[in-house]
Structures are given as structure tokens and as C-alpha cells.
């Protein structure tokens, strides 16, 4: 396990890897491996920072994307029926083994579209609480 003495500024990517783990495995279901979570977080969050033309920033990016699959617990929530009939049914095939299948990492880089995937975090809030999230879950590219 990783020392972290550092100021988050100059943490390595393992680092920022095991931090991120350590809030996902509360939202994680017991089957989902947290490794693959965190990957598919990291490989979003990169295309979010390359839309937005912004440096890739570990500690901001990949949550954002966990936010949208109902990964990261810091954030409004999905209505109970959202979650249940297409979140959960639906979030782990898109991410099961991205760590060592390419073809999977491109299907996941399609999952959520640009405009989604590009937006403020505020607006991202307010499709999630509007209609308990339901027009944005069904907007993903399952």
C-alpha cells in the first residue's frame, strides 16, 4: 500500500489509483472488481480532460465520470428505480476486464457522449436529480 505523505500534487498515478478505490468500493457492487472501476474512471476522465481541452487532472477527471455510472457516492443520486432497472443492470458488462481488453476500453469511450461527457459538473447535478435521472441513463450508449 502507498505511503501518502505527499501533498496530492505529487502523488503517482498508483497513488491517486488506490485513493480513488478506497471511496468507489462503497458504490460497488460485491461482483464489480474496483480495479476495473477505477481504469474505466481514469480512461473517461482522460477523454473529459481531452474534450474540454483541459490538463488531465487525477483528483477531478475519472470522478466525474464515476459519477454518471452511480460509482462515486459524493454526489446526488439516481432514484432508487433508475439504478435498479438501468444503472446496475447495465454499468459492470461495459467495464468488466478494461484493464487487459482494448475492445472494451473503446466501447467504454463511446458510453457517454460528448456533450454529457463535456458538461459542468452543476449541470451534470441537475440531470441526475431531474426525473431521477432517468433521461440521462437512457442517453448512455449501453
Known amino acids: 500500500m502507498a505511503v501518502f505523505t ?6 503517482t498515478e498508483d497513488m491517486w489509483r488506490e485513493a480513488i478505490k478506497a471511496v468507489v468500493w462503497i ?17 473517461l ?8 481541452r483541459e490538463k ?10 464515476l459519477d454518471i ?4 457516492p459524493f454526489k446526488p443520486t439516481y432514484s432508487a428505480q ?19 481488453n482494448a475492445e472494451q476500453s473503446d466501447r467504454l469511450r463511446n458510453l457517454i457522449p460528448d ?3 463535456t458538461m459542468s459538473i452543476d449541470g ?6 431531474k426525473e431521477g435521472g432517468r433521461e440521462l441513463a437512457l442517453s448512455l450508449k449501453w
Open 69 to 72: 455510472l452511480s460509482w462515486w
Open 56 to 65: 488531465f487532472l487525477p483528483g477531478v477527471h475519472p470522478q466525474y465520470a
Open 45 to 52: 476522465g482522460q477523454k473529459r480532460a481531452e474534450l474540454r
Open 6 to 11: 505527499n501533498a496530492p500534487e505529487q502523488w
Open 82 to 100: 433508475v439504478l435498479a432497472e438501468i444503472i446496475l443492470p447495465k454499468r459492470w458488462e461495459v467495464v468488466r476486464g478494461i484493464r487487459t
Open 115 to 117: 456533450d454529457i461527457l
Open 124 to 129: 451534470l447535478y441537475e440531470r441526475i436529480a
Open 27 to 43: 458504490s460497488a457492487q460485491p461482483y464489480e472488481y474496483v480495479d476495473d472501476v477505477v481504469t474505466a474512471g481514469w480512461i
